[in-house]
Nanobody, 122 residues
């Protein structure tokens, strides 16, 4: 059962930008926090950032702070990850996930999307 769907990934040059979307399917997530994670080949899943249920609080990993921005819209219950100044080391599959408490640990998020590939060329 698919409940979250990511989109917006692609191939960009270093220094470019992408905006990823995380849309609900079959239910709403208005009372959940939404987290973004990424996983590169041969590496563990890495925390990117999260946003609170009301959108008032965001928190980012040091590796993306100042370059990435998370937002969410009440009208369509969609969460966004705006990625600027992309670097080759940002290359990974990006996932969104829903949770009940603020945390950077992926194990505490119970609902996941299928992921979208982001590739940054040098």
């Amino acid at each position: 059962q698919v409940q979250l769907v990511e989109s917006g990934g692609g191939l960009v040059q270093a220094g470019g930008s992408l905006r990823l979307s995380c849309a609900p399917s079959g239910r709403t997530f208005t009372t959940y926090i939404m987290g973004w994670f990424r996983q590169a080949p041969g590496k563990e899943r890495e925390f990117v950032g999260f946003i609170s249920w009301n959108g008032n609080t965001t928190y980012y990993a040091e590796s993306v702070k100042g370059r990435f921005t998370i937002s969410r819209e009440n009208a369509n219950d969609t969460t966004y990850l705006q990625m600027n100044s992309l670097k080759p080391e940002d290359t990974a599959i990006y996932y969104c996930a829903a949770g009940q408490w603020v945390t950077t640990n992926y194990r505490n998020y119970g609902i996941w999307g299928q992921g979208t590939q982001v590739t940054v060329s040098s």
